[in-house]
């Protein structure tokens, strides 16, 4: 995994590099266009922040694209158009996700004809297809986390997910800097930039916005030494803490 490996925390194969290349132009997807103002803060204390946030409950909408110049999978798409998780390597997905606890969530994949759906309820896990209209239960043992088997599959499904690998992965090879403030899903963010100290690494950097009142991350985004458009973001396009 791109997030776990120290050995490869900034290493993104020489294929990846060409998708970057290739990619529509126009800048990154969830891009904001203003700069808010808010208090001066430093990189330790945005770090701070977010290890000792509270989490609270949210929903939102999410999109999430990934440039890596991979080819599609298969299993991504079947001939009904049934959507599968395992689209989001690739390409460009859109999902809605409503999150009490841990032990409380909902995460919807939305494809052009149809949905996925991950529920959680405590014990009980369902995953349902709107394209059947069936579903699939799991019983779930009392020390199941569901956090950590949606990271065993390598594709981060939040901006949370995303930056909780890179953050807690730095050491002495990477620098932590601020670059301004962001706009989010309507929300003020601080821009933490994380980058490596090797010129020679094929990533130019990590930027993390951090909502600037609850302190959790509202997008996540890799971008190539290169240029172009982010080899990998995903990001709040709407997001309600209620």
């Known amino acids: 995994?791109?997030?776990?490996?120290?050995?490869?925390?900034?290493?993104?194969?020489?294929?990846?590099?060409?998708?970057?290349?290739?990619?529509?132009?126009?800048?990154?997807l969830l891009a904001g266009a203003s700069s808010p103002t808010l208090p001066d803060k430093t990189?330790?204390?945005?770090?701070?922040?977010?290890?000792?946030?509270?989490?609270?409950?949210?929903?939102?909408?999410?999109?999430?694209?990934?440039?890596?110049?991979?080819?599609?999978l298969p299993g991504m798409e079947s001939d009904d158009h049934t959507t599968s998780l395992l689209s989001m390597l690739t390409g460009s997905n859109t999902a809605r996700i409503w999150y009490v606890s841990p032990q409380q969530v909902r995460f919807a994949l939305m494809g052009a004809f149809d949905e996925t759906n991950v529920i959680r309820d405590g014990s009980d896990l369902w995953v349902w297809y709107s394209?059947?209209?069936?579903?699939?239960?799991?019983?779930?043992?009392?020390?199941?986390?569901?956090?950590?088997?949606?990271?065993?599959?390598?594709?981060?499904?939040?901006?949370?997910?995303?930056a909780e690998h890179v953050l807690g992965e730095l050491d002495e090879t990477t620098e932590i800097t601020v670059d301004g403030t962001a706009e989010v899903a309507g929300r003020a963010a601080y821009e933490l930039v994380v980058?490596?100290?090797?010129?020679?690494?094929?990533?130019?950097?990590?930027?993390?916005?951090?909502?600037?009142?609850?302190?959790?991350?509202?997008?996540?985004?890799?971008?190539?030494?290169?240029?172009?458009?982010?080899?990998?973001?995903?990001?709040?396009?709407?997001?309600?803490?209620?």
């Open 131 to 162: 394209s059947t209209n069936t579903a699939d239960h799991v019983t779930l043992p009392p020390a199941f986390a569901l956090p950590e088997a949606a990271a065993a599959t390598n594709a981060p499904i939040t901006p949370a997910d995303a």
């Open 43 to 72: 990189a330790a204390e945005l770090l701070a922040d977010v290890h000792n946030a509270d989490k609270q409950p949210f929903s939102g909408t999410l999109v999430q694209t990934s440039r890596l110049g991979l080819p599609d």
């Open 1 to 28: 995994s791109l997030f776990r490996t120290r050995r490869a925390r900034w290493a993104v194969p020489a294929v990846a590099i060409a998708g970057v290349a290739a990619a529509i132009s126009g800048g990154a």
């Open 195 to 242: 980058g490596p100290r090797d010129d020679r690494s094929l990533i130019e950097d990590v930027r993390i916005a951090i909502d600037a009142d609850t302190s959790m991350p509202l997008r996540f985004e890799i971008n190539a030494r290169d240029g172009g458009d982010p080899a990998f973001e995903v990001g709040f396009t709407s997001v309600t803490f209620s």
